[in-house]
């Protein structure tokens, strides 16, 4: 039977391509998107209730998640004399609870099925070094990072890995308004990821091959840090 795999964000960028290569290798694919935009599933990260009905009644329909990709997520960056309040809610409320909205009816059931598993979240660069104007951001991807490290432990003994990733500058909808030429320059590779590059890592993440690998955060990013 096909192992089945909730990709959140999927509906572009690093999470379509995850999505796409993951099908591709003959994963049970199940995509997510805050709205309307062709996939499987549509809620909002940042609402608990929401995330809890629609997986709850996925699971209860088709069974559990053998694995899951947490890459939906927002930036709302300003200077942090600058930052607002709303700002700084709403991308923790988004990038930071949505870990815990979306895993908190995933990770039982996965356990239950006692057939090992895979998590795999997307944090960022920002959240490893900081970035100037992204205190909010990086505060959020940050704190994945030592949420991945805590269940990592918790699940160890079930066989279930939980990984980071964490992107360089990647070339997406997320990074329309950067300076790029400016930004390139900081990166010693003098470009931008692509989707592609990041849907490989996390498919090897994925892989039974990568069983052992757990607790970490792997970088892509062309040298910048
Ligand atoms: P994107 O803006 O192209 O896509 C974001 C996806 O997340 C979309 O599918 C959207 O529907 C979904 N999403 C946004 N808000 C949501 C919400 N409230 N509820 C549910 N779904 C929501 O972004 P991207 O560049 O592909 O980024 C994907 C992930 O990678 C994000 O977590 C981002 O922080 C991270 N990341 C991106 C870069 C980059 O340079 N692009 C670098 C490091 C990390």
Known sequence: MKKRVLVTGASRGIGRAIAERLRGQG???????VRSEGTDLRFDIADREACRAAIEADIAANGSYYGVVLNAGIADDNAF??????QWDRVLRTDLDGFYNVLKPIVMPM???????RIIAISSVSGVVGNRGQVNYSAAKAGIIGAVK?????????SITVNCIAPGVIETDMIKDIPAE??????????FGRC???????A??????????TRQVIS????LC
């Open 204 to 213: 090897y993440l994925m892989s039974e091959e990568a069983g052992y690998i």
């Open 150 to 158: 805590a269940l990592a432990v918790e699940l160890a003994k079930r």
């Open 27 to 33: 994963y049970d694919v199940v995509t997510h998107s």
């Open 182 to 191: 400016e930004v390139k320059k900081a990166i010693p590779m003098r470009r």
């Open 111 to 117: 356990v239950s099925a006692r057939s090992q598993g």
């Open 81 to 86: 004399p600058a930052l607002s309040g709303e």
């Open 220 to 223: 892509i990013n062309g040298g």
């Open 196 to 202: 592609e590059e990041v849907a490989s890592l996390a």
